[in-house]
């Protein structure tokens, strides 16, 4: 049996070798300011004080107290009247004296009604129980109200980001091969 030589041929791939780690990323959100200024509202109250008035001028003029000008105006109204009386007074102490029928003392009671009767002269008001008028005017209070309010600021923050790298590494860890190994020749013939 006749053998043809062979060629043998071995082959070797190549092999790569990867060395990688991961990147890291780390991420912080800080959170937003945020700023609150608050104004309070203002109430401002005040009362003014009311008014009372109190005339009691009637009662002083029923006390015969009252103003000069009416006192003297009273008066001077009264003296017609008085005058009157007073002449009819005596007009009838005349006429008692002149009634010399009577058995009393005619001169004994003009003398005691000179000396105890005065005329009447009527310079004060009329007396009642109405004679003090009082008023009172109240006041309304003052409101001033100055509104309050609430001033907001907010400011969003940027996150905050850190990158580190990873890393990749290509490598030959076995390079690709080609052998051919001729066969043997025999050289004898």
């Known amino acids: 049996m006749v053998t043809f030589p ?22 912080e959100q800080p959170k937003a300011t945020f700023e609150m200024r608050r104004t309070a509202p203002k109430l401002e109250m ?38 009157l009386q007073g002449i009819a007074r005596i007009v ?14 005619a001169i004994v009671e003009n ?8 005329p009447e002269l009527r310079y004060e008001g009329p007396a009642s129980y109405d004679n003090v008028d009082i008023t009172y005017t109240a006041r309304k209070p003052e409101i001033h109200v100055t509104d309050g309010h609430i001033d907001l600021t907010t400011h969003p923050n940027p996150p905050e980001l850190r990158f580190q790298r ?21 050289q004898k013939i």
């Open 46 to 83: 005040s009362q003014p004080l009311g008014e009372l008035n109190i005339d009691q001028s009637k009662a002083w003029d029923a006390y015969g107290r009252g103003g000069i000008l009416t006192t003297m105006n009273r008066i001077y109204s009264e003296a017609e009247n008085v005058a």
């Open 111 to 118: 003398a005691m009604e000179l000396v105890f009767t005065f």
């Open 92 to 105: 009838e102490r005349g006429n008692r004296l002149a009634d010399i029928t009577s058995k009393r003392n």
């Open 6 to 27: 062979q060629i043998e041929i071995r082959q070797q791939y190549a092999k790569l070798g990867i060395d990688a780690d991961h990147a890291k990323i780390e991420q």
């Open 166 to 186: 990873g890393k990749l590494e290509m490598y030959m860890m076995q390079h690709a091969n080609v052998e051919i190994i001729p066969p043997v020749i025999d």
